[in-house]
């Protein structure tokens, strides 16, 4: 029984986004280094290690994921904007520039990653594919 649950979370779209993984087979990983490896937390490999799934369907493909990237940087302005206002009461303008500048540049690499991994899932035309359980 604790092995179908296993499973069933292995298999969940929701799962292999959040672990960055491959949307075929949910299990090669689609980032090399670390996050916190500044200097390479942008690289991946051509495709998946388990499934040879091709990790860049098209030539600049990953330019479509700078609006998800977008997204990402809209909702950490207002959400950092508004905590800032109500949690400081309304400071100086300094304040939330630097707030905001720099929770921005700590999650960049998190930011790039999950659009990148938002855009492969979402526009990339991969299914899962149960054989690779």
Known sequence: MAGSSASSAADSKLAG???????RCRRGQLFTHSALNLTQFTEMPPACP???????????????AMYI???????I?????????YLLD????????LAVATVSLVLTP????YSRTLMLYLFGGAEYDERYK
């Open 110 to 113: 998190w930011s790039l990653r």
């Open 50 to 64: 388990v499934c040879n799934l091709n990790y860049e369907p098209e030539p600049g493909f990953y330019w479509g």
């Open 69 to 75: 990237s977008f997204m990402f940087s809209t909702a």
């Open 90 to 97: 309304d400071p100086d303008t300094w304040v939330y520039i």
């Open 17 to 23: 986004i959040l672990q960055q993984r491959c949307p």
């Open 77 to 85: 302005v207002l959400v950092i904007g508004f905590a800032v206002y």
